[in-house]
């Protein structure tokens, strides 16, 4: 009997294969295809005859540890312990496995807001709890009232994503004031907080855990280089919270992995010294911008995106058919690969909404746009 009945091969991966097998353009799944950053290729290349090919201490490479907690004082003006507050994960994936695996129990509940990322509901069952799945609104802003419906005693964790894949919104300060007089009512509930696309919000501003004192001492950050600096393929990231939760996270992390990938945690601790993550705003908010000016053409009514490099279009004004159906239809006939949203949720909803990739080239996306545009 699998330990995991419902857990099928994930949509990005699915839709990856058939992007490949079909020629077309990828705007699936969520990477990069534009060069890495010069400079931190020329640090791994140079890092590669140092002597930094051996187990590193468990937690994470001292120096880097020491850079993640200038970099979250540099953007969010708190103060971290290194040695006690920071993790170094293989990616955020690896954070969030290890974060759940270390404090849910079995018979506890899990509250996660659908349409949610895919690496969430796993943990849970095999830490033996169980997933509560609340819808967000219809425009995906979170819905308190039915979170707080869904929160009581036996839920040990909430799961939020600011800025929130697949749909690009972005928490505001009454969503925190939100979360915050739930937290008061339930002093056990802990919030682990993915924040990938921290750096990754447009005309307004990303509000972070970090920012929000009230919630330290029972909250997670969950971060990831490969988002940050379009390195998805290093997995490396890192999670943050107080020391006592941070402990027991790491006694499951020294048996997961023990260290994460050294030669990475050096490369990205002396790029941490040159690069400047608020430049990733109008780098990305450029892409957005772009992908929607030679999209114009298509009959796609386009939703808000306020930040992350996802934009969520609706084919509802031109198609009745599902949004897996549509999917394929999209690659097999005209070439372009993105994801049904109805993958994002646990019941499979449906909205007639499929998510769009913009982190490529202009050529990328202007040979979609072209394809696209023959709809
Ligand atoms: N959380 C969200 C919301 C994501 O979109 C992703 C995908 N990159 C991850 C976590 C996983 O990040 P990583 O590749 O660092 O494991
Ligand atoms: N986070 C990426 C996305 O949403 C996918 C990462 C993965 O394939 N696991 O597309």
Redesign the pocket.
């Known amino acids: 009997m699998s330990k995991l009945p419902h857990t099928a091969t994930s949509i990005f991966t699915v839709m990856t294969q058939m992007a490949n097998q079909h020629q077309a353009v990828n705007l699936s799944q969520?990477f990069p295809n534009f060069p890495v950053d010069a400079r931190l290729l020329e640090i791994i290349a140079r890092k590669t005859a140092e002597n930094v090919h051996q187990y590193q201490p468990s937690s994470g490479y001292p120096p880097l540890l020491q850079k993640i907690a200038r970099l979250i004082f540099d953007s969010y003006q708190r103060k971290v312990n290194p040695d006690t507050e920071i993790l170094v994960t293989a990616?955020?994936?690896?954070g969030?496995f290890t974060a759940i695996q270390a404090l849910v129990y079995p018979g506890d509940e899990v509250v996660i807001l659908d349409p949610c990322?895919d690496?969430y509901e796993t943990p849970i069952v095999l830490s033996g709890a169980k997933a509560i799945h609340v819808s967000l609104l219809p425009d995906f802003t979170p819905d308190w009232e039915a979170i707080a419906n869904a929160v009581h005693s036996k839920t040990r964790m909430i799961i939020i994503?600011n800025p929130h894949?697949p749909s690009g919104r972005i928490w505001t300060e009454t969503d925190f004031v939100a979360l915050e007089d739930l937290t008061a009512r339930f002093p056990n509930l802990i919030v682990l907080s993915?924040e990938?696309?921290e750096y990754i919000t447009f005309e307004q501003p990303h509000v972070s855990i970090h920012h929000r004192e009230k919630l330290h001492d029972r909250s997670l950050s969950?971060s990831?280089f490969?988002?940050s600096f379009h390195i998805?393929g290093w997995?490396i990231?890192y999670l943050v919270g107080p020391e006592s939760l941070i402990k027991e996270i790491k006694k499951v992390h020294q048996f997961l992995v023990f260290s994460v990938n050294s030669l990475a945690q050096a490369a990205i601790s002396d790029y941490l010294d040159l690069v400047d993550v608020t430049a990733l705003r109008p780098f990305y908010q450029n892409k957005r911008d772009t992908f929607r000016k030679l999209m114009a053409n298509t009959p796609f009514e386009w939703l808000p995106c306020e930040g992350s490099y996802f934009q969520v279009a609706s084919y509802a004004g031109f198609s009745s058919e599902s949004d897996v159906d549509f999917t394929k239809r999209l690659v097999t006939d005209y070439g372009v690969a993105a994801i049904p949203v109805s993958a994002f949720y646990a019941d499979g909803k449906d909205l007639s909404h499929i998510r769009f990739c913009f982190a490529k080239d202009e050529q990328t996306l202007a040979k979609a746009a072209e394809r696209l545009a023959q709809l």
């Open positions: 969520g990616g955020a994936t690896q969030i990322y690496s994503n894949n993915d990938v696309y969950v990831s490969g988002k998805t997995k990231g």
